[in-house]
């Protein structure tokens, strides 16, 4: 093989025009190596950016199904509350029955009635020697006789329905 410093070499031009051209195809390799490069970094910064969007739009549509979930369950707890406001006057009057003549029949049958209502949410408040307490308790009398700040008698039973007050007792608390 020859040296360019030799004094045998002679300078192909075939040679010469071959290493440029080579040298010109990997400088556009380089190029398009760096070209592409960038597409990737920046189609890789892109995915991520839609990556976190879409994490964000599953959380927002996660809690919004949490939401009306929980709107769904209040609806369908308070759904009947009209109706069984409309049983109370009824029960109230089984009541009465059953204080006037201890009627085994209508003490089942109410039972049956507060059975069923109690699966809907529908629970009596307790009142006669409890603490009178406003949020439950309706005071329309009062007495001496008893321990202060007592309720003495139920007049008229009251309700809570899922937890939430239907109608108060309406009560004879003891005041000295």
Do not use: C, W
Request: aromatic share 6%; hydrophobic share 35%.
């Amino acid at each position: 093989m020859y040296s360019p410093s030799s004094s045998n070499y002679i300078k192909d031009p075939i040679s010469t025009e071959i290493i440029k051209s080579k040298t010109r195809n990997l400088k556009k390799r380089a190029e398009e190596a760096i070209l592409y490069r960038s597409i990737a970094e920046q189609s890789s910064r892109k995915l991520a950016e839609i990556s976190e969007a879409y994490k964000h739009k599953l959380a927002d549509m996660e809690n919004y199904l949490k939401i009306k979930d929980r709107e769904t369950e209040i609806i369908r707890k308070n759904a009947n509350e009209s109706l069984i406001k409309d049983f109370l006057p009824v029960i109230d009057s089984m009541d009465a029955a059953i204080q006037a003549e201890k009627d085994n029949n209508l003490i089942r049958i109410r039972d049956q009635m507060l059975s069923i209502l109690s699966k809907y949410g529908l629970q009596p408040i307790k009142a006669e020697g409890e603490k009178f307490d406003p949020y439950l308790h309706e005071a329309i009398g009062m007495t001496q006789d008893g321990e202060d700040g007592k309720i003495k008698y139920e007049v008229q039973r009251g309700y809570t329905l899922n937890n939430s007050v239907l109608r108060t007792s309406k009560v004879i608390v003891v005041k000295r």
